[in-house]
């Protein structure tokens, strides 16, 4: 019966979490498009300027793509999870709000409140690990600077050449734009991408319901 896929709970978690996915995306699917255009001309004004041992820190950027591509399918799964207990925790306290004359009679209110609960640890379980998950790639993002920094300037000193004030502070500002751009904004649209997906599909499943049983619900 499709009138128990869905219910108005349901509805109203789609409209306030799921919608906003897709509000996300789209401001940042333009760096899907202009981050590797940016990357390609840092690199061109980074070898003209620093020379090859600009190729160090550049590779090392490069490297972290695919990494926040794996944390990105991360977050794309416990996206899904999440959704499942969210979805019912709110059915859940729905069904106790609209029956919560017959449970008081029927004395069911402490095993709804057990039940409740237990779905809850699960959804907190779940924000939980993409917070961890979350707090790691930050950790990342922020140490990549130095290890990228240290490898141009060690590699350029290996090669007999000097540093100056004026050299750091451009040779990091170009390294620092690239990594925002292509390993921050770039993986952030390829993250809210994938979420969006799972927001689309679970829109999709209640848009192909029945016009009767959606207004039922």
Same mark, same amino acid.
């Given at each position: 019966?499709?009138?128990? %896929?869905?219910?108005?709970?349901?509805?109203?978690?789609?409209?306030?979490?799921?919608? *906003?996915?897709?509000?996300? !995306?789209?401001?940042?699917?333009?760096?899907?498009?202009?981050a590797p255009l *940016?990357?390609?001309?840092? @690199?061109? @004004?980074?070898?003209?300027?620093?020379?090859?041992a600009f190729l160090a820190g550049f590779a090392l950027v490069?490297?972290?793509?695919? !990494?926040?591509f794996y944390f990105s399918r991360r977050f794309g799964r416990l996206r899904r999870q999440l959704?499942?207990?969210?979805d019912r925790r709110v059915k859940l306290t729905s069904q106790a709000v609209a029956g919560a004359r017959l449970m008081k009679v029927q004395g069911w209110e402490h095993s709804m409140a057990d039940?409740? @609960?237990?779905?809850?640890?699960?959804?907190?379980?779940g924000v939980r690990r993409s917070s961890w998950l979350r707090a790691t790639n930050e950790s990342i993002y922020f140490l990549a600077p130095l290890l990228q920094g240290f490898a141009t300037f060690a590699l350029h000193v290996g090669l007999g050449h000097t540093i100056s004030?004026?050299?750091?502070?451009?040779?990091?500002a170009l390294l620092n734009?690239?990594?925002?751009? !292509?390993?921050?904004?770039?993986?952030?649209?390829?993250?809210?991408?994938?979420?969006?997906?799972?927001?689309? %599909? %679970?829109?999709?499943r209640l848009l192909v319901l029945s016009e009767q049983s959606a207004a039922a619900a």
């Open positions: 019966d499709s009138l128990s %896929r869905t219910s108005l709970s349901h509805i109203v978690n789609l409209a306030s979490s799921d919608v *906003e996915k897709f509000q996300i !995306l789209m401001v940042m699917l333009l760096f899907l498009v202009i *940016e990357a390609l001309a840092i @690199l061109g @004004l980074g070898l003209a300027y620093v020379g090859p490069i490297v972290l793509v695919p !990494l926040q959704a499942t207990h969210t039940l409740i @609960l237990a779905c809850r640890e699960e959804e907190l379980s004030p004026s050299f750091v502070v451009t040779t990091l734009v690239m990594q925002l751009s !292509l390993t921050k904004f770039f993986t952030l649209a390829i993250e809210y991408g994938a979420q969006a997906a799972v927001s689309a %599909r %679970r829109i999709g």
